[in-house]
């Protein structure tokens, strides 16, 4: 199993308007600063564009939002786990409730992210869904309910009991997956009260990246860890 220093904070940056072009280098550099500074393992996932300028940029880990399951080769368009690897970066979202793909094709992909060297990185909706997809051996698995997605009010308070569900579900079909969390995770608190609930740490998107000061927000997120 390819591993990840734990508790981590994994910043997706999504396709935010922030991170179009020299936006995305800036707010990796703020996340290795922080890292930097608290010793805390912060992870940068800007969109695949930027991946190789950004990871060849920054000395902490980087990762793509999605790679395919698709060989080196004739794959016009798609991104292979090949090229995500020789771009610099340590692994890839799957699955993110953004860009849903089938069961099937995530076995794949947790195959392929394996075969590259990669990190993998699962998404799911629920603690079944996570307790089902532990069974394909991703290297983690975030869960995050889609109605608190981009909102303002943390799953660790609004429905911690999903995410009490899901790291049990998860050790009782392979106790050596870290569970993340995320949807709306927006401070420190939140970062506690996720530890607390048994994560080994969360990922988010807006409450970093939409911020007024990103670095501040950081800092606050990582106080507990």
């Known amino acids: 199993m390819t591993e990840l220093r734990t508790p981590t904070v994994i910043v997706n940056f999504k396709a935010y308007s922030e991170v179009e072009g020299r936006g995305a280098l800036r707010l990796a550099k703020l996340c290795e600063e922080v890292a930097s500074s608290t010793g805390v393992n912060v992870v940068a ?3 695949t564009v930027e991946l190789s300028a950004v990871a060849s940029a920054v000395s902490i880990p980087v990762m793509a939002q999605h790679v395919e399951a698709r060989k080196v080769g004739a794959a016009t368009g798609w991104v292979t786990a090949s090229a995500v690897k020789a771009a610099g970066a340590a692994g890839s979202l799957v699955n993110h409730s953004e860009h849903r793909i089938a069961r099937e094709e995530i076995v794949l992909i947790i ?5 590259a060297g990669l990190i993998s990185c699962v998404c799911a909706d629920s603690a079944e869904t996570a307790a089902d997809l532990a069974k394909l051996g991703p290297d983690m698995i975030a869960v995050e309910p889609p109605e608190l997605i ?3 009010v ?3 308070s609004a429905r ?8 049990s579900a998860v050790r009782s079909v392979d106790a050596r997956i870290p569970v993340l969390c995320g949807a709306g995770v927006k401070n420190g608190s939140d970062v506690k009260r996720a530890l607390e609930l048994g994560t080994k740490g969360v990922l988010l998107a807006s409450g970093v990246v939409r911020a007024k000061d990103p670095k501040a927000v950081l800092l606050d997120l990582v106080k507990s860890i």
């Open 45 to 47: 996932c800007p969109p």
């Open 111 to 115: 195959a392929a992210c394996r075969g």
């Open 150 to 152: 981009g909102g303002d």
């Open 154 to 156: 943390s799953v660790t």
């Open 160 to 167: 911690p009991e999903v995410v009490e569900k899901t790291v």
